[in-house]
């Protein structure tokens, strides 16, 4: 029996792996962590050595409040910065006290810092950045979120950590940003527990407002504990809940939308690892051509090959359940077509 039950699964994948790529894109292309239209002129011409373009996209985020952006691109810009500073470096120089440049700046302190195994001591000295870039727009919650990146960095405490959440909160009460800094310092990788994780997480969750990526803030509590593993058991039954709010989160946003990119490939990886196979399939259809770093160089140095392969796993898992020989609606075998 446990051989036909083998030898039927592989016929099944056979028959029915290739048409579950409808709605897949090639592998050609899809793109890691692509820039969408108002990042990706930015990045061209930091290339060049030209900061203005970024000056004004992050300035216009400034202006319009649009602070969910702006920690977004502000990561971008400082990532890129990591290899390629010389624009950042002009324009620090050409204007030295703006708040749009003294965000790149600690952010990029920050990352420059963070691997090293001084860590801790090293990022003391940054702390006088991220002030700065505070002071730049008091209403600004991103350099507060940088905070809370800093705290978990410098082994701060949770009384310096619940004064900067505070801090957070009180400009952008929704920030998404700042919710998943919190989420990882209260993680049981760092200050906290798998279940002081959840309960921040799902706490946050219902206090989202409708749509907010916030919503979806359990799957990453659920992926931290799958990858990060422990002694504290999470019953299965919290982590669907996490993973089907993250769906509903999902499905209020159009597919192949770069927005909720890094939310959906997270959410695949939960799901991957619940063996929830049909639910997989429905995301990578969501995501379309976003596959984002994150979470897949968590678990390999090449994320978006991880990505690819782990795309046809689930096409294959779910191939494999789909019966050879699908009934029709009459309750007997779907004609063959044959007269």
Known sequence: ??????????ARMVKNTSRLAAGLPADDEVLLDAPDERLAPALVAAARGEYDIAAKLLAATREAAEWE??????????????????????????????PDALLVKAELAVRRWWESPARAELLREVGPLIAAAAEGDPRDPVPWRIALDHARGTNAGHTEFEKLWAEAVRRSPHHYGCHVA???YLSAAWYGSHRECFDFAERAAQDALPGSLVQALPVRAAFAFLTEGGRAVIPRERLDEAADLAIAVSAAYAPADP????????????????????????????????????????????????????RDGVRLEVASTIPLHPRSEHGGRAPSGDH
């Open 259 to 310: 927005w909720p990119a890094e939310v959906r490939n997270l959410l695949t990886y939960v799901l991957i690892r619940l063996e929830r196979w049909q639910d997989a399939l429905d995301q990578l259809r969501l995501i379309g051509p976003y596959a984002t770093s994150f979470p897949w160089d968590r678990v390999s140095d090449d994320p978006l090959g991880q990505f690819l392969e782990l």
């Open 69 to 98: 952006n702006r920690d977004r691109y502000a990561r971008r810009l400082a990532a890129f910065a990591r290899t390629r500073d010389e624009w950042l470096q002009s324009w620090q120089s050409e204007s030295p006290h703006d």
């Open 1 to 10: 029996m446990a051989l036909l039950r083998a030898f039927i699964r592989t």
């Open 182 to 184: 919190a989420l990882k």
